[in-house]
């Protein structure tokens, strides 16, 4: 057994002072603290305040929306090269994400997903003594996106959506797609948004310019997530709200959202948190292979990119972020009137409830032991996965 110790503890739901946590064989079986419990003889005990007298103990980060980083881009990726990516990530906190697509060829893009089930089915939480973050599932971002709000997607791998297209590319991915962002104006939507919500996909609604009965009528098939809210939508207007209404003021919608400062403005970052509130918002990275690398030029799928002072461009078109989420939980707290735990929140439990997937995101009994240390000011200090890394 394992206890470890902090000085406070997010689960996010609530705040515990001076927690203990009780790890066996990769979970927790019991969160209480030291007024309340003592450590058992013959427990691992792990002080995190001797190295950080400010240790915060949060959930491990989930990310539903990112490309790569470290020089690793996610569709061109062999399995040693995921593993470099994996460390890296529990650098900055994360401990499962969604390896996240985007429009290519159809065989490109089905040899892409069966690698990634690969790597979703290794399921490794330690390689070569270091913690490693874990892809939990696939997120599509295209082939179904609108020619208007594609952003970089090539026009020429876009397509109308089909019955039959998805269940090609969900059998290339052996089932693994969790996530999928389509535009519900095209034709062909709402039966594919109706199927793979059947097949427990969260059907995300972006790259749209749908107007605003287009998008109920994608959430009434079962649709109910909107992927990088503001970015590649239809712009709001007073007289023709279009998707952004639906996605902001619908309760059952829960949305996502870049919060890098260069995406989406500050200002608007805080009116997004007022309108989908703390159970609803969700932070993601939509991250490439340029994360954590110098200026340069890197792939993202079958694009090439340039990163230049902290922007990922190309044509003049912003292609992606170079965001990590320990950034964007910080970036939260600077942009906002939220205060860290709400922001942990919305890395955390969120996505991992928006993702389906079950205990993640969150420090109680049962759950995994997947978890960041963290500072007073939001630093990433140590991260585990699984109950491997400290």
């Not at 913690?131 to 026009?155: C, N, T, Y």
């Amino acid at each position: 057994m394992i206890v470890l110790r902090a000085k406070r503890l997010y689960t996010p739901q609530e705040e515990i002072q001076n927690p203990l946590v009780f790890i066996e064989d990769g979970l927790i079986t019991e969160v209480s603290s030291r007024g309340q419990r003592e450590i058992p003889k013959g427990a691992t005990e792990i002080d995190l305040t001797r190295d950080h007298d400010d240790a915060i103990l949060v959930p491990g980060f989930v990310d539903l929306h990112m490309h790569g980083g470290a020089g690793v881009d996610v569709m061109r990726a062999s399995a040693a090269d995921l593993r470099h990516l994996n460390t890296f990530l529990t650098k900055h906190g994360v401990t499962g994400y969604f390896p996240t697509t985007v429009a290519a060829p159809l065989d490109q893009t089905c040899a892409a997903l069966g690698r990634l089930a690969d790597a979703i089915e290794a399921g490794q939480a330690l390689a070569n003594g270091e913690p490693q973050a874990r892809p939990l599932g696939i997120h599509l971002e295209g082939p179904f996106l609108s020619h208007k709000r594609r952003g970089v997607h090539p026009p020429e791998n876009l397509v109308e959506p089909t019955l039959e297209i998805f269940e090609r590319l969900w059998q290339a991915a052996r089932g693994h797609v969790r996530m999928m962002t389509i535009a519900p104006e095209l034709p062909g939507a709402i039966d594919v948004i109706a199927e793979a919500a059947r097949r427990k996909v969260c059907v995300s609604i972006g790259h749209s310019d749908a107007v605003v009965e287009a998008a109920r009528a994608g959430v009434q098939a079962g649709a109910r997530h909107a992927t990088h809210v503001f970015n590649a939508m239809r712009p709001l207007d007073h007289r023709d709200p279009g998707i952004l209404v639906e996605v902001l003021t619908d309760r059952q919608v829960t949305a996502d959202i870049i919060a890098d400062g260069i995406h989406v403005a500050p200002e608007v970052v805080q009116l997004f948190l007022n309108a989908k509130g703390k159970d609803n918002s969700i932070l993601i990275t939509d991250a490439t292979a340029a994360t954590g690398m110098p200026d340069g030029k890197y792939q993202l799928g079958p694009i090439q990119v340039e990163v230049k002072d902290g922007r990922c461009m190309k044509d003049g078109k912003l292609a992606g972020s170079v965001l990590t989420m320990d950034r964007a939980v910080r970036n939260i707290t600077q942009f906002t009137d939220w205060n860290l735990r709400d922001a942990v929140h919305a890395a955390t439990l969120n996505p991992a409830r928006v993702g389906g997937l079950g205990q993640s995101g969150v420090i109680v009994a049962g759950a995994e032991a997947s978890f960041v240390v963290m500072s007073g000011a939001g630093e990433v200090m140590k991260t585990m996965v699984r109950g491997q890394g400290f």
